[in-house]
């Protein structure tokens, strides 16, 4: 019985036991039981800093030592409840100092201390002044004056020197003699250079009006804008005098203004000024941002090793200021390419300045991230730069800065001095492969031999003689014309006045060719809808197959005459969107034409279906709407095909298409409207078979006077002693 209550036995004693060690929060089981557990022993730092923990019976609770109080409702509290936090007595006066002192407020305490500026002697409870003149070696520099005041201190500069109103600052020296006028400088610009020197010279004088810097911002960048406005910085010279008259100006204005950060925007410019004041230099990184650059420097930088006091950083923008093409000629070649290089300016011109005089070699260089104004990434034929705006040589400069990155929307610069900055956009000239120019050349020979027998075909075969005949022969005549001044002229970029002609030339006889197409195409539209029109008048032809081009090129010479030629060809230039003066009438007259053939084969197709007995003339309208609509596609095609190649990255895919079909328009237009015509190969074949005939005729006739010659000899006239046949 007892081995059968054993194991009873053990599990009763070990429920009793887990029993006993389930102790409520706040006890912990101690042999034999539960007891009282001590959280401030346990766990020493519950309560916080500034606190102390006192245990209670299965609980404990905080208290705040002197000079702090708790952010829990109750002074005993628990880490739950809050924490303690220090007591501000001076700013909740529940104290009060004697009439020398001042109440300065510590961590859990407070003190009744003398004013800045003043201090107290040992022993001595009252405060005396602090000569800071005498305390202090060097305290206002060389070129002020130190004046010991109660309680402060004032740097008297001397003449020629300022501390821009700031009389505890080290003095710098003033060059009021930046701001003169010269001769060459511009109306707006002089009077601009007179406020400055006014306030320049204010500043040399303790006693003068010292302005507000905002005021003085304000005028700087309302008379830069309205120089910007009517374009008054054309030249290389007077924008030297800009840009140089705004570097200077920032450096009067900056230590002037009153806040940390200003920002002003007109209509063409965007300033941000950043200014720090204090006893000791600034440190860390400013970044300035404009809508179009960032600027990126230390105030280690900004401030330079002889600190005066303040240090500050400004980023100027211009949204238009362009600059004439003199302005490239110092740059030379970025890399060796043969050929000129176009220079462009793809962001705004931006203006860094900095308090730190010391800017021409910087030891940590500047960061400017610019934004592009045309979105465009590098390729062989184009390449970006980072340069500044050199003032002595009146152009922009790359030395000195460098390119970090650059992709399609923007460009970073580093750059070791500071300045007035851009990025620049080198177009290389791409040289044509000797494939293409061969290609061209090779098929603009064949296809000006085949558009002078299409000329000679359509002018004297009397069968084909018609409108459409008409149509073809002066479509013929312009292709000739072009494809002949083309070839002997596309290239004549060295003179300007001869590639201007050539390019209005062409302008003229391609677009011509075109508006001779689309009368192809009205003319197969009355013959086959309107059945009883089928004849065009020949002046209206004329009208609209050189008068509408010829209307076209003067509009666009009147509107755009620098238009017309380019760097590389005598062809309409890419810039302003000029090259649609052609594809836009060109784009018209292809989708006029392509609605003309359609509505042209679908009655052809319904003629067919109804089994039209005369055959005969529907197959030669067909016949001349299947050459027409081959036509428009090869010719149309082809400056399809030029137009993509004609955007800022053209596939070579697209080169050759459009180089091989431009070649050989000529070729095309005798293989559609001669050889596959079934009237003029009889007239070929005729012509042929006579000159054949005549050939014969004239060999038999040449063997019969042979032969009579033989049979009757020479006879000798005796008067004059010739022989005859």
């Known amino acids: 019985m007892e081995l059968k209550w054993t194991p009873l036995l053990f599990c009763g004693l070990f429920l009793l036991s887990s029993a006993s060690r389930n102790c409520k929060i706040g006890y912990k089981y101690i042999k034999p039981g539960c007891d009282d557990e001590n959280e401030c022993v346990e766990n020493p730092n519950i309560c916080g800093n500034h606190s102390q923990c006192i245990n209670t019976n299965g609980s404990y609770y905080c208290n705040c030592n002197e000079g702090f109080r708790s952010t829990a409702s109750t002074t005993n509290f628990t880490a739950i409840d809050g924490q303690c936090e220090d007591i501000n007595e001076c700013a909740e006066k529940t104290f009060q100092c004697s009439e020398h002192l001042v109440c300065v407020n510590y961590i859990g305490k407070y003190a009744c201390e003398c004013p800045r500026g003043y201090r107290r002697l040992r022993g001595d409870p009252e405060c005396e002044d602090i000569d800071e003149c005498a305390d202090v070696a060097d305290l ?26 700031n009389n505890q600052s080290k003095c710098i020296e003033m060059n009021c003699e930046q701001f003169n006028e010269t001769h060459h400088t511009p109306e707006k610009l002089r009077s601009l250079l007179s406020l400055f020197m006014k306030r320049c010279e204010s500043l040399n004088d303790p006693d003068g009006d010292h302005r507000l810097g905002e005021e003085l911002l304000e ?18 010279e007077t924008l030297s005098q800009f840009l140089g008259m705004v570097e200077n100006s920032m450096h009067l204005i900056g230590p002037q203004l009153k806040e940390p950060v200003t ?14 004041r204090g006893e000791t230099p600034p440190i860390g990184s400013v970044i300035l941002s404009t809508d179009s650059a960032h600027f990126n420097t230390s105030w280690e930088t900004a401030a330079g090793k002889s600190y005066p006091g303040f240090a500050f950083a400004a980023l100027v923008s211009y949204k238009d200021l362009n600059t004439s093409r003199d302005s490239f000629s110092g740059l030379g070649r970025i ?15 931006v203006t860094a300045v900095v308090s730190n005089p010391e800017t021409k070699h910087l030891s940590d260089p500047v960061t400017l991230v610019f934004k592009h104004v045309q979105e465009r990434a590098e390729s062989k034929g184009m390449y970006y730069s980072c340069v500044y705006w050199n003032e002595t040589q009146g152009a922009w400069s790359g030395r000195g800065c460098v390119r970090a990155w650059s992709n399609s929307t923007h460009t970073v610069c580093s750059c070791s001095h500071l300045s007035s900055f851009a990025v620049l956009m080198a177009l290389y000239p791409i040289k044509d492969t000797f494939a293409l120019v061969l290609i061209t050349r ?18 004297f075969c009397r069968s084909i003689q018609g409108t459409r005949n008409s149509i073809h022969l002066h479509l013929s005549v312009c292709l000739f014309i072009a494809d002949l001044v083309f070839l002997c002229g596309i290239s004549s970029t060295y003179n300007k006045g001869a590639c201007t002609f050539v390019a209005g030339l062409l302008h003229f006889f391609f677009l011509a060719a075109f508006c001779w197409m689309l009368l192809e195409g009205v003319q197969l539209y009355r013959m086959v809808v309107l059945v009883f029109q089928t004849t065009l008048k020949h002046l209206y032809m004329y009208a609209v197959g050189y008068g509408a081009p010829l ?11 620098q238009g017309y030629g380019t760097d590389r060809h005598c062809w309409l230039s890419l810039d302003g969107n000029f090259i649609w003066s052609f594809f836009a009438p060109v784009c018209i007259i292809i989708i006029i034409n392509s609605f003309f053939f359609i509505i042209t084969v679908w009655k052809l197709a319904e003629k067919f279906s109804s089994l039209n007995p005369d055959l005969s003339k529907l197959r030669t309208i067909r016949g001349f ?11 149309g095609g082809m400056w399809v095909f030029g137009c993509f190649l004609f955007q800022e990255e053209g ?24 050889l596959l015509s079934k009237t003029v190969r009889e007239e070929y074949c005729k012509l042929i078979g006579r000159v054949y005939t005549q050939k014969e005729k004239r060999y038999s006739e040449f063997s019969t006077n042979q032969s009579s010659n033989t049979q009757h000899p020479l006879q000798s006239d005796q008067s004059t002693r010739e022989s005859k046949i």
Not at 266 to 273: K, L, R
Request: hydrophobic share 45%; with cysteine.
């Open 625 to 635: 709407t299947v050459t027409a609509v081959a036509q428009l596609c090869v010719l």
């Open 263 to 276: 920002r002003l925007e007109t209509h063409n410019t965007h300033a941000v000024v950043a200014v720090m």
């Open 442 to 459: 090779v098929g603009l020979v064949l296809s000006l031999i085949c558009l002078l027998l299409c000329i000679l075909t359509f002018r």
């Open 219 to 236: 005028n700087l960048f309302t008379s830069a804008d309205e120089m910007l406005s009517e374009g008054n910085l054309a030249d290389s």
């Open 651 to 674: 596939t070579q895919v697209m080169l050759y298409l459009f180089t091989i079909l431009n070649s050989l328009q000529g070729a095309l237009m005798f293989i559609l409207h001669c």
């Open 140 to 165: 206002c520099g060389s070129h002020a004056n130190c004046n010991n005041t109660q309680g402060s201190y004032s740097c008297i500069c001397h003449r020629g020197y300022s501390n821009y109103g």
């Open 335 to 349: 890399s060796q390419v043969e050929g000129n290089i176009t220079y462009q300016l793809n962001s705004r011109v």
């Open 551 to 561: 209307i076209i090129v003067i509009i666009s010479t009147i509107a755009y005459p």
